[in-house]
């Protein structure tokens, strides 16, 4: 859920946009080239960020849906995060490990570096299951309070 609509796909290679309060569709994607039910959507700023089962990872423009570029990461896309900085991506069967996309304050993704992708690989990987794992500990200890 995002901007008060819900976003999500089918196992066919279809992406939606519902109305948050009507339910209506605003705008549909498709990928012939996979299926998205590996991954979930990733807002960063008016670019939503969706992975595929055969390794693309689509940009699409919040608003109208239209794809802003999508790129291929060599293994099927299964999680991620954004911040205001950077795209994470967990990726699996291939060349797994973190992968790392930085993006201007309109949302829209540069390879991190300039040449290529930012493999952060098993190390990468583990740091941000240590982050999250240390901040679901503290969520859990606030509620006890």
């Known amino acids: 859920v995002a901007f008060g609509d819900v976003f999500l796909a089918d196992r066919a290679g279809n992406f939606y946009r519902l109305d948050g309060s009507t339910g209506k569709q605003k705008w549909s994607f498709s ?4 299926t998205f039910n590996q991954s979930y ?7 939503m960020y969706i992975g595929g089962g055969a390794g693309w990872l689509h940009a699409l423009n919040v608003d109208s849906g239209q794809e802003v570029w999508k790129a291929q990461v060599g293994g099927s896309i299964h999680s991620g995060a954004a ?5 994470y991506l ?4 291939g060349d797994e490990g973190l992968y790392a996309f930085e993006h201007d304050p309109n949302g829209e993704a540069e390879e991190d570096d300039g040449t290529g992708f ?5 190390l990468g990987l583990t740091l941000l299951l240590v982050g999250v794992i240390g901040f679901l500990k503290m969520m859990r200890r606030r509620r006890r309070v």
């Open 83 to 87: 911040n205001a900085d950077r795209l």
């Open 41 to 47: 959507p990733i807002v960063a700023g008016k670019t």
């Open 118 to 122: 930012r493999y952060l690989g098993l």
């Open 90 to 93: 967990g990726v699996k069967f």
């Open 31 to 34: 990928d012939t080239e996979g």
